[in-house]
T-cell receptor
Framework: QKEVEQDPGPLSVPEGAIVSLNCTYS??????FMWYRQYSRKGPELLMY????GNKEDGRFTAQVDKSSKYISLFIRDSQPSDSATYLC????????????FGKGTLLTVNP | ETGVTQSPTHLIKTRGQQVTLRCSSQ?????VSWYQQALGQGPQFIFQ???????GRGNFPPRFSGLQFPNYSSELNVNALELDDSALYLC???????????FGPGTRLTVT
């Protein structure tokens, strides 16, 4: 079993839709959770960062972490064509080795 | 604030050759991590450098090596290139004890 599982999609939605992206994980030591957005042939861009369980909101983006279920989500409200990209979840267990473990990424297309 | 930069953008090498990739970290960051991203996959952690020393390593063979310089820039060296080394190589910088990592645009390496 991979440490981080993420449905690769592809996911296609109309403009204005609410998008839900999810990851599950098996390593209970993970404490830090991140979402990155990656446009084609570019480096990942940090979108959201949360520590432990709970919700965090930033504009149209909301990140949720449920450590009891080992499940994290990213919601995008009022999705725009410019949101079309691959979304990667990433996790870190803390300690002195700041190594991110990534999911495979979900390819999202928002159609005008 | 200058972001993470990487050079070269693209590189084509022959199996068995050696390659050096370069990274300049974001201003104010003292830690550099390298990741390998194969097509359709999430980034895989190679290693991290802090204070010019390796500070953790992923599941990569010793022919993957690195350096960090006093100005926090870094190099990734790969010897005896194999076809499977074809990937996007990403450099990420951060402050030590900070879990958010900021990625550069990557170097796309093709091994023929």
């Amino acid at each position: 079993q991979k440490e981080v599982e993420q449905d690769p999609g592809p996911l296609s939605v109309p403009e204005g839709a609410i998008v839900s992206l999810n990851c599950t994980y098996s390593n209970s030591a993970f404490q830090y959770f991140m979402w990155y957005r990656q446009y084609s042939r570019k480096g990942p861009e940090l979108l959201m960062y949360t520590y432990s369980s709970g919700n965090k909101e930033d504009g149209r983006f909301t990140a949720q972490v449920d450590k009891s279920s080992k499940y994290i989500s990213l919601f995008i409200r009022d999705s725009q064509p410019s949101d079309s990209a691959t979304y990667l979840c990433a996790m870190d267990s803390g300690g002195s080795n700041y190594k991110l473990t990534f999911g495979k990424g979900t390819l999202l297309t928002v159609n005008p | 604030e200058t972001g993470v930069t990487q050079s070269p953008t693209h590189l084509i090498k022959t199996r068995g050759q050696q390659v050096t990739l370069r990274c300049s970290s974001q201003s104010g960051h003292n830690t550099v991590s390298w990741y390998q991203q194969a097509l359709g996959q999430g980034p895989q952690f190679i290693f991290q450098y802090y204070r010019e020393e390796e500070n953790g390593r992923g599941n990569f063979p010793p022919r993957f090596s690195g350096l960090q310089f006093p100005n926090y820039s870094s190099e990734l060296n790969v010897n005896a290139l194999e076809l499977d080394d074809s990937a996007l190589y990403l450099c990420a910088s951060s402050r030590i004890a900070a879990y958010e990592q900021y990625f550069g645009p990557g170097t796309r390496l093709t091994v023929t």
